[in-house]
Nanobody, 124 residues
Framework: QVQLAESGGGSVQAGASLRLSCSAS????????MGWFRQAPGKEREFVAA????????YYADSVNGRFTISRDDAKNMAYLQMNSLKPEDTALYYC?????????????????WGQGTQVTVSS
């Protein structure tokens, strides 16, 4: 069982930056790929970014590519999402997720564990 806890959300103006953090309670952190998803009111949960274990390959949604950066610190059991040049359309509840899947990381059903989410609100 892996418990995930997100932090770092907030309310910012367009163009600002935020850094989301995700702490994971597991001794096998490096065995898990980590992902970030988001869900805006009335919309489905959507993929944002993912990173494979031990700082492997990274993946991004087209909508955030070039603005967001996913990273992880395996020594601290932490994953991060650096969000720059935020736009109002980035407003959503952001979730951290973990999986041991070796397959595509862009779908929510590939993930076994989820955090409670942290709210990001971007105003124009």
């Amino acid at each position: 069982q892996v418990q995930l806890a997100e932090s770092g959300g907030g309310s910012v103006q367009a163009g600002a930056s935020l850094r989301l953090s995700c702490s994971a309670s597991t001794r096998a952190f490096t065995s898990h790929a980590m992902g970030w998803f988001r869900q805006a009111p009335g919309k489905e949960r959507e993929f944002v970014a993912a990173i494979r274990g031990s700082g492997g390959s990274t993946y991004y949604a087209d909508s955030v590519n070039g603005r967001f950066t996913i990273s992880r610190d395996d020594a601290k059991n932490m994953a991060y999402l650096q969000m720059n040049s935020l736009k109002p359309e980035d407003t959503a509840l952001y979730y951290c997720a973990a999986t041991t899947s070796i397959f595509d990381l862009k779908y929510a059903h590939d993930y076994d564990y989820w955090g409670q989410g942290t709210q990001v609100t971007v105003s124009s």
